[in-house]
């Protein structure tokens, strides 16, 4: 008799039928794929998958409220930090996750100046984590704004 396949554990988000939609930003195809799938599995979020800041930026409207999780170094286009200063001119609200292979504190000081909620190392074994753990912050806030 073979065993259940045991299943990822979702965390209950209370979003019903309309859940909350990410936007991810990275030029890194496997993190994005991975990232995307852990959202998935652990808070039944969808993701949608940009390669670039220009690809987004074509797209992104002003009342999009979904959050974004940002890279911060791509091959072709802007950096994440000018990407980053476009989608708050054009959405001053929106919510931005600040992802980076880079360890330069620096550059997380000035993507949290421009705006972003967040700067997690990808590098670090626990990214996945951290950003989900921010997210559930972002949305516990976000809830006691309505009450």
């Known amino acids: 008799m073979s065993q259940p396949i045991e299943q990822p554990s979702k965390i209950n988000t209370e979003t019903g039928a309309d859940k909350s939609e990410v936007i991810i930003i990275d030029d890194d195809q496997s993190f994005s794929f991975m990232l995307k799938d852990y959202l998935q599995s652990t ?70 100046r421009q705006g972003a909620t967040d700067y997690f190392l990808k590098t670090n074994k626990t990214v996945f984590a951290n950003i989900v753990s921010s997210l559930l912050k972002l949305k516990e806030l976000e809830k006691n704004k309505l009450n």
């Open 43 to 112: 808070l039944d979020i969808k993701s949608e998958l940009f390669s670039n800041g220009n690809d987004f930026l074509s797209k992104y409207k002003s009342n999009d409220s979904r959050k974004i999780i940002l890279d911060y170094e791509f091959d072709v286009g802007p950096n994440g930090l000018v990407v980053l200063q476009l989608i708050k001119e054009i959405n001053p609200l929106a919510i931005i996750i600040v992802v980076s292979a880079q360890d330069d504190l620096e550059k997380a000081l000035e993507t949290i």
